[in-house]
């Protein structure tokens, strides 16, 4: 059975600064992707990041990298130089072999000036 | 620039009636999801399909049903709303399991049943 667990309801982090969300999950098929999306207060579900689990490199794009820890089973989001804008919900996801695409609980990021 | 599109965007409805939300995609993708979003909490797979003919059942129990006819199109249907099914709605689609293919999502349907 597929699960993501995020386990940081809420986070805050001073603008400019860097922050780490994290992410865990359970698998038991080799072949998987994880993924990052963003949730502002209006709703829509923006796509950030991805990282394959047979992908060597962690993950870059833009202000945005993944830490991915393939043996620990995490696959924590770093924001550098946080923004106003950050504020917002974030989710990890997984799609194994199966296809199916499930999502973790969410951490609310807010940003202070 | 995402091509999938959700209806309505907002739907206060009676108890009892029936209801569709529509949801299409315009870039041929094969897999189809239905997720069910209260505010502020997590996204729970409640439909999600294959292709054309495919249908399955997600990890949270709903008593909605669906339908895929066309690839391009992904309904989602309560025969009889109830206060219990408020909640917001999100349709999405991605490459049938490709790499890095990432899932597009729509709007959004948020339903109210009074």
């Known amino acids: 059975a597929q699960k993501i667990t995020q386990t940081q309801p809420g986070m805050f982090v001073q603008e400019k600064e860097a922050v780490t969300l994290d992410c865990t999950y359970d698998t038991s098929d080799p072949s998987y992707g994880l993924f990052w999306y963003k949730q502002p207060s209006s709703g829509e579900m923006i796509f950030l990041i991805y990282q394959g689990s047979y992908d060597q490199q962690n993950a870059t794009e833009g202000r945005y990298s993944l830490n991915f820890q393939k043996a620990r089973k995490s696959a924590n989001l770093v924001i550098s130089a946080s923004q106003l804008g950050d504020s917002a919900m974030y989710f990890c996801?997984?799609?194994?072999?199966?296809?199916?695409?499930?999502f973790g609980q969410g951490t609310t990021l807010q940003v202070k000036p | 620039e995402a091509d999938i599109y959700q209806t309505p965007r907002y739907l206060v409805i009676g108890t009892g009636k029936k209801i569709t939300l529509e949801c299409s995609q315009t870039?041929?993708?094969?897999?189809m999801y239905w997720y069910q979003q209260d505010p502020g909490m997590e996204l729970h797979l409640i439909h999600y399909?294959?292709?054309?003919?495919?249908?399955e059942k997600g990890d949270l129990s709903s008593e909605s049903t669906v339908s895929r006819i066309r690839t391009e199109h992904f309904p989602l249907t309560l025969e009889s709303a109830r206060p219990s099914h408020t909640s917001q709605y999100l349709c999405?689609?991605?490459?049938?399991?490709?790499?890095?293919?990432?899932?597009?999502f729509g709007q959004g349907t948020r339903l109210t049943v009074v």
């Open positions: 996801a997984m799609r194994a072999d199966t296809g199916k695409l499930i």
């Open positions: 999405a689609s991605s490459e049938f399991w490709k790499g890095n293919t990432e899932a597009f």
């Open positions: 870039m041929g993708h094969d897999k």
């Open positions: 399909s294959y292709g054309v003919n495919s249908t």
